[in-house]
């Protein structure tokens, strides 16, 4: 098991935002992460990537806590944010070098491991470019990149197609089924939930902080009581449930 999260509270100065949430991913699975915005997705991701400290609970990642190795149990994890965050100062290939020295990598491995991401990607020509060149769903590019070739295990995606184009979807797509083929485990937080239907192996939908319900789109449809339904349909439930659409 790669990933355990057992009874979870947790949040910021105190304040519980997490309420006893417990979830594990197997070795080879992916797991979307589904909510309404501010349903605790967010605190959940910092709170595995050991940004945020457990009021309660326990998280261990290939049995180990943060707090039992905080440099081995963080190079185990490779985060791919919501909003690219690079360097201005830096080229592409200094963010490949920088990547390969946080993680202990050989700046030769670091770079064989990064020309299938950098032709998959249409970067090759682009390694002494800097931030300001590119554009936004070129820098989401980058940071897929660097996630990618620290070969963690766990990969930790935070709506990973903002930003993209298609064809750049459908690549980063066969990437992670690749990567899950090869058993990494992945977390990935999307509201593009067609795309989490066809790729989620199950998922974990989060609710005022709690959760609401997890399984495959199979054990949903028993949850919801809704057969048949699509995720959109699953999810636009809870919209209601509040009294808008988000």
């Not at 080879?28 to 050991?50: P, R, W, Y």
């Not at 554009?135 to 989401?140: A, N, R, V």
């Not at 995606?157 to 797509?173: C, K, M, Q, S, T």
Request: charge should be negative; aromatic fraction near 8%; glycine fraction near 6%.
């Amino acid at each position: 098991m790669s990933l355990s999260v057992k009874e979870l509270t947790g949040g910021y100065s105190r304040i519980p935002v997490l309420k006893n949430i417990s979830f594990e991913i197997e070795d080879g699975e992916l797991v979307g992460l589904i909510g309404l915005n501010g349903a605790g997705k967010s605190t959940t991701i910092k709170h595995v990537m050991g940004l945020l400290k457990p009021f309660e609970g326990d998280i261990r990642l290939d049995g180990q806590t943060v707090d039992e190795a905080p440099d081995t149990y963080r190079k185990k994890i490779g985060f791919i944010p919501e909003t690219p965050l690079l360097y201005e100062e830096l080229t592409l290939r200094e963010h490949i070098e920088i990547t390969a020295l946080a993680y202990d990598i050989k700046k030769d491995e670091a770079f064989k491991r990064a020309e299938l991401l950098l032709q998959l990607f249409r970067l090759t020509d682009r390694l002494d470019w800097f931030p300001s060149d590119f554009s936004k769903g070129m820098k989401q590019k980058v940071m897929i990149l660097c996630a990618f070739i620290t070969e963690p295990s766990l990969y930790i995606i935070d709506e990973p197609f903002v930003g993209l184009d298609p064809l750049a979807i459908r690549d980063l797509i066969q990437l992670i089924e690749e990567k899950k083929n090869n058993g990494a485990s992945i977390l990935m937080s999307t509201h593009v939930l067609a795309n989490a239907e066809r790729i989620c192996d199950r998922f974990l939908i989060i609710d005022e902080g709690k959760i609401y319900a997890q399984g495959t789109l199979n054990e949903l449809h028993q949850q919801f009581n809704m057969p048949n339904a699509t995720l959109d349909e699953m999810y636009a439930t809870l919209a209601d449930k509040e009294g808008f659409m988000q």
